[in-house]
Nanobody, 124 residues
Framework: QVQLVESGGGSVQAGGSLTLSCAASEDIYGKNFMAWFRQAPGQEREGVASIYTRLGIADYANSVKGRITISQDNRKNTVYLHMNSLKPEDTAMYYC?????????????????WGHGTQVTVSS
């Protein structure tokens, strides 16, 4: 059972930056895809970014392209989400997911493992 622990959330003003971390309890290299999702109150959980850990290939939701970058550190078994130019609509609980078993990285039903989330609040 892989444990995922997110950290780095907080409150920032619009235009600010945050970096979220997702620390895994074991080697992330073989975890296929790892991803970040977010869920705002009353809304569906949506995919933000993913990384294919064996090659470091990233993909992003259209709403965050150019503002958010996902990266990995295999030595630390950690995946990061670097968020810049934050907007109030980025406010949500952010979750880390690992080990995709479905076809599309942004399928919230498609991961074996989830963290408990870290809150990001962006004020205008």
């Amino acid at each position: 059972q892989v444990q995922l622990v997110e950290s780095g959330g907080g409150s920032v003003q619009a235009g600010g930056s945050l970096t979220l971390s997702c620390a895994a309890s074991e080697d992330i290299y073989g975890k296929n895809f790892m991803a970040w999702f977010r869920q705002a109150p009353g809304q569906e959980r949506e995919g933000v970014a993913s990384i294919y850990t064996r090659l470091g290939i990233a993909d992003y939701a259209n709403s965050v392209k150019g503002r958010i970058t996902i990266s990995q550190d295999n030595r630390k078994n950690t995946v990061y989400l670097h968020m810049n130019s934050l907007k109030p609509e980025d406010t949500a609980m952010y979750y880390c997911a690992a080990d995709l078993f479905r076809d599309h990285w942004n399928d919230k039903r498609g991961y074996f493992y989830w963290g408990h989330g870290t809150q990001v609040t962006v004020s205008s």
